[in-house]
């Protein structure tokens, strides 16, 4: 459970500068507000271990948020996460961006908490006036604050901790296997489960399938991670026009490719974020009240438009003279001939040493294998849903139908109990419940919901204990020494 240092007493904390200043404002707010709640849940043992009332797997920014959210209700949360602590998710490992691409006002993570705010963190350090200053947050500076975000609420991640297999349980717990640090398998289990594994959380990378067919010495995705210094001196293709393409681009020119080529399908690069024009309080809470046919439509036009590059991660390539932007320029397959990629197109053959697939994620339960004894059971869109002509969307199609607790939801026909403890907090939910499961935007309304709805789940599943608990509830607010009780008059006084 999260500890926090006593505010003690007297007003809030003023304004002053420096780290410790600030995480002596963010104690009293948290004391003000009453969290963490005690934890009311009842403690559970499963083979001599303690049982979570929710698993975590992902310590990143959503799986902390999570947590954090989580702790704040008074449960027992327990975090895994196969990274080496401080490098969970893209930001310091596989993400190739000088900045993010958020806005630098967004909340994030913060559960609407001033000062757990990125903003109220760096001005804390360097000052309201180099905040001003500031365009968009340094990648590497949000792991920073992200590193300080788990510190400062004393979020416990079990780092290192590879979860291998899930099997939810007839009997109210989900077993885990989890391969440790020192290479023991170790088996723990939880009343709840969140998946909180990022964008690529049900799947991994997409490219095309002639792509497997590859040396894999010769081509790369772009959330791999690949050792740029490699691409030296190389002729490097880029297939893709999107932020991730351009950070790959970007860094293979720093690295001093010898040309790189940005392999472009459409006739033109997206210039606008149809997202981020329907972007407001009621796009955040109110997709999942939508009717399927909307949440399609809305989800497919975002689709189709796609999201332009940042104009500054653009910029970052343009500027190199030996990067060359290839519109209408559609990938069909490649060979590998001696030591160099023939690669087809539809405007033509090029000849490259390297290929970087910026192709983005799939939903692919079989690059998952701790989910391999769901995967068979959980209902997709595909399964739900058709289409008018027209709107197909593979991806779409793929994504799970999640209930309104996040939950998955079993195929027709199939018997997998506890497949509802199982809650899918990664980006492939946003057909069902909307952009909050993974995005800076909105991670802090996600995490929030997701909170209470398993709070609310726990509750109702222990109403026998609780109402116990109440029943044998004895601690009294008045004593009966606060009174003399007198029998009434044998006759009223007559009123004068």
């Known amino acids: 459970m999260s500890t926090h240092p006593s505010p003690g007493p007297g007003p809030a904390p003023g304004l002053e500068r420096g780290l410790a200043a600030l995480e002596r404002r963010l104690a009293w707010e948290l004391a003000a507000l009453q969290l963490p709640a005690p934890r009311w849940t009842p403690a559970l043992e499963r083979d001599g271990e303690p049982v979570a009332d929710v698993a975590i797997i992902g310590g990143g920014m959503s799986g902390l948020a999570l947590q954090a959210a989580m702790q704040h209700r008074g449960l027992a949360v327990t975090v895994y996460d196969a990274a080496p602590e401080g490098f969970e998710g893209p930001w310091a490992t596989t993400a190739r961006m000088e900045t993010l691409r958020s806005p630098k006002q967004l909340a994030g993570p913060a559960l609407g908490i001033p000062s757990l705010t990125f903003r109220a963190w760096f001005e804390a350090q360097f000052g309201a006036a180099e905040w001003e200053a500031l365009d968009k947050i340094p990648r590497l500076q949000w792991m920073d604050y992200l590193r300080w975000y788990r510190r400062v609420l004393g979020l416990q991640v079990h780092n290192g901790h590879l979860v291998t297999d899930i099997r939810p349980q007839p009997d109210a717990v989900v077993r885990l296997h989890i391969r440790a640090p020192d290479g023991r398998t170790l088996v723990r289990h939880a009343r709840r489960l969140v998946l909180a594994t990022g964008r690529a959380g049900l799947g991994g990378s997409w490219v095309p399938e002639w792509a497997h067919a590859l040396p894999r010495t010769h081509w790369a995705h772009s959330a791999d991670e690949l050792d740029h210094t490699r691409l030296r001196g190389l002729r490097v293709g880029v297939v893709g026009a999107g932020a991730s393409a351009m950070d790959s681009a970007a860094t293979a020119l720093e690295c001093v ?37 909307w949440k399609w439509r809305v989800r497919r036009y975002i689709h189709a438009q796609q999201v332009p590059p940042p104009r500054n991660s653009t910029l970052r390539v343009s500027r190199h003279p030996n990067a060359f932007f290839h519109l209408g320029c559609a990938v069909q397959g490649a060979v590998c001939r001696g030591d160099a990629l023939q690669v087809h197109t539809s405007a033509g053959p090029i000849e490259l040493d390297f290929l970087v697939f910026a192709t983005g994620f799939a939903v692919d339960w079989a690059q998952r294998p701790m989910l391999r004894h769901l995967a068979p059971h959980v209902r997709t869109w595909g399964e739900r849903f058709e289409p008018p002509p027209g709107l197909e969307d593979a991806e779409l199609r793929a994504s799970p139908d999640l209930g309104p607790d996040f939950e998955f939801q079993p195929k027709a026909g199939h018997d997998c109990p506890g497949l509802d403890r199982i809650h899918c907090f990664t980006y492939p939910a946003a057909l069902s419940l909307g952009v909050i499961t993974g995005d800076i935007p909105a991670i802090s309304d996600g995490a929030l919901r997701l909170a209470t709805s398993i709070v609310g789940l726990l509750w109702a599943e222990d109403i026998e204990h609780h109402y116990a608990r109440m029943q044998a509830f004895a601690e009294p607010e008045v004593y009966g020494d606060e009174w003399v009780a007198s029998p009434l008059p044998a006759q009223l006084e007559p009123a004068k």
């Not at 010898?258 to 009621?282: E, F, T, Y």
């Open 257 to 293: 490719a010898a040309r790189v080529h940005l392999l472009v399908r459409r006739a033109d690069i997206p210039r606008i974020n149809k997202g981020k024009g329907a972007g407001s309080p009621g796009f955040v809470h109110g997709h999942g009240r939508l009717s399927e046919a």
